[in-house]
């Protein structure tokens, strides 16, 4: 159903069936009040999609709650979901209508070298709604049926033929001229033999315009992504390369004629979304350097096709929003919290904070959405949010511990530990609930609050999660000498060599000369001379500092996601304030880590976790 009202109405009677099931008590009276008063709403002659939004996100939060009480997400909360999310759909809010588009269409003039700007260029309008059509996701162009066999209607008058391409003339039934008697030594000024004719083959059909630039932006789109991973997962020192080759693929497409947005939607959409969204980073990049506010409504028409749950595109479509300055941007994010899509409302959440750093009761509002993936865009933001921003907060983060979604009761955690609570840490170490929703995520609890004693309870979490590099990450950062036993049996897996390698590193440093360090033997020999002290927690070979870390992070050599872990690190063990957004583009992101290394250098002591 694609009629907004009608899904409201079909979600509000499953909501009211699903209430009326559910164990009386004061919660689900609430509920129940709630669910009665929108559907009274709904069946007023001329309902307020606003009204019953509000109506809908008061039910929401006693179902939210309950959902934490009985640990799963229901059939009440999914029906409330939907229910709100078509109410939202039903409001229409759309901002960027009224935003002035680019005084003048230039087009790009100069390879853009340094920083994503906007480009206005000549191009056909966009406008939602949208839908891919089956010959857009195919790369053709959008302008209708070809026209009738023989018709007159190419650019020059030209007859088509029964595909619609243009008719080439039939190759001439042309003998080849007889061979000349080549002269026994030829003169500089001989006649030359007549070359063969140009024949025409039949099969040969000439490319439409509009394909060619089809394929120009979906190898562009490819070439984006792909460098928008590599500046992600690859050295931090190495970012300003891979964000040249994103300046350069998006310039490519800026350079195309024709249509290039419903082509970018096409391309981005036609493709397998990769797990961890960077199809989405391209597009959302791309769209955004395109001037004109209808290029952001395109950013939110894709939004919209994509899957509820896809939290990573949501990520990164966040990620690609805030590099590219706009100043349409507040007003895209104020249409997207206010969209049906879990997905388009998630990156509007974590835009908006991004745009205008928010205080606790923005980010409070956005804590209590019916949607997973939207929660934790809000509880991203309250992790880069000013400590004082965040304290109030802690009640419903400290509910939140058990929800019953894993990345939702880990950002909870995080963002707990960041602000100077140790009530995760707590509950990982009593083995209660959280430890059972975290699973192996839990290890990253104890890699940032733990202590000495808590090595059994370290291995004991271990022992239950498969091995994976993120397993082996957090046990190289816990630190522990006696794990050398694990990494040494995983360098003979193929799969797990390389995180294997690194999680050595991290603890003993470059122990084994380069080009050793999958050699298994050569770690042994060179643990065994170092001979490191047991009750001591390492990092690069040398005891657990502030300055050590600031140390491993300066030297450039850890991605995106490590110098993130380590700037945790830092601020939960040592007090060292390291809420640096790490998708910011250029020096930005680099000059802040470095304030954060030099001020953990100049650290004198740091927290003692149990004597580790």
């Known amino acids: 159903m694609s009629d907004p009202w009608a ?11 699903a209430a ?14 709630h669910v009665a008063a929108a559907r009274a709403e709904a069946a007023r002659p001329s309902p307020s999609a606003a009204a019953l939004a509000e109506v809908l996100q008061r039910a929401v939060v006693p179902a939210l709650l309950e959902a934490v009480e009985v640990g799963e997400l229901g059939e ?11 109410a939202l759909d039903a409001m229409a809010s759309d901002r960027l209508a009224g935003a002035p588009g680019p005084a003048e269409a230039e087009g790009l003039t100069a390879l853009t070298t340094s920083f994503p700007t906007v480009v206005a260029m000549k191009r056909e309008p966009f406008a939602r709604p949208w839908r891919p059509a089956a010959s857009e996701a195919a790369g053709e162009d ?3 049926a070809p026209p009738a066999p023989g018709a007159d209607a190419s650019p020059g008058g030209a007859r088509l033929d029964d595909e619609g391409h243009e008719a080439q003339a039939e190759p001439l039934d042309v003998p080849p001229p007889p061979p000349r008697q080549a002269p026994d030594h030829p003169r500089e000024d001989a006649p030359r033999p007549d070359p063969p004719p140009v024949r025409i083959d039949p099969a040969f059909r000439p490319a439409a315009s509009s394909d060619l630039h089809a394929r120009v932006v979906r190898d562009a789109l490819d070439r984006l992504g792909a460098a928008a991973r590599l500046r992600d997962d690859g050295p931090f020192s190495e970012r300003a390369g891979c964000e040249r080759d994103m300046l350069a693929a998006s310039d490519a497409i800026l350079v195309t004629s024709g249509d290039p947005i419903r082509t970018l939607l096409s391309a981005w959409l036609g493709e397998a979304e990769d797990a961890r969204g960077y199809v989405t980073y391209a597009a959302v990049f791309a769209l955004a350097r395109i001037g004109g506010p209808d290029a952001l409504q395109a950013v939110r028409a894709g939004l919209d096709a994509l899957p509820p749950d896809a ?14 300055p706009r100043p349409d941007l507040p007003l895209l994010a104020e249409d997207l919290v206010r969209d049906g899509s879990p997905v388009a409302r998630a990156v509007g959440v974590e835009l908006a904070l991004r745009l205008d750093p928010a205080p606790a009761r ?16 809000a509880l991203r933001a309250a992790g880069r949010s000013r400590f004082n921003d965040v304290a109030p907060l802690f009640p419903l983060l400290e509910r939140w511990l058990h929800f019953p979604h894993r990345q939702v009761a880990y950002l909870a955690a995080l963002a707990l530990l960041e602000g100077g609570s140790t009530a995760p ?11 059972q929703i975290l699973g192996p995520l839990a290890l990253e609890i104890l890699v940032l609050a733990g202590g000495a004693r808590d090595k059994e309870a370290f291995a004991r979490i271990a022992r239950s999660a498969p091995l994976s590099p993120s397993t082996l990450s957090a046990l190289g950062r816990f630190g522990h000498p006696e794990a050398w036993a694990i990494f040494l049996h995983a360098l ?24 050793a360090e999958l050699d298994g033997p050569a770690w042994r020999a060179a643990i065994a001379a170092l001979k490191p002290d047991p009750t001591v927690r390492l990092r690069r070979g040398k005891a657990w500092s502030a300055q050590v870390v600031a140390e491993e992070i300066d030297q450039g050599d850890l991605n995106r996601w490590s110098t993130a872990q380590r700037l945790r690190e830092l601020a939960v063990r040592a007090q060292v304030e390291g809420r640096v957004d790490l998708a910011a583009w250029g020096h930005a992101p680099i000059d802040a880590v470095g304030a954060v290394t030099r001020e953990a250098r100049s650290v004198t002591s740091r927290r003692s976790s149990h004597g580790w």
């Open 76 to 86: 009440l909360q999914d029906a409330l979901g939907r229910a709100h999310a078509a």
């Open 7 to 17: 899904r409201l109405r079909s979600a509000l009677a499953e909501a009211e069936q």
């Open 142 to 144: 959008e302008a209708g």
């Open 362 to 377: 923005m980010l409070n509002a956005h804590l209590f959405d019916s949607s997973p993936v939207v929660l934790q865009a």
């Open 492 to 515: 003979s897996d193929d799969a797990l060599a390389e995180a294997a390698a690194e999680a050595l590193a991290t603890l003993f440093g470059p122990l084994v000369p380069p080009g």
């Open 20 to 33: 009326i099931a559910m164990t009386i008590g004061p919660r689900c009276e609430l509920m129940a009040t």
């Open 311 to 324: 939290e990573a595109a949501a990520a990164r479509a966040a990620d690609a929003l805030a590099v590219v």
């Open 425 to 435: 840490y707590e509950q990982i170490v009593r083995g209660g609930r959280l430890a």
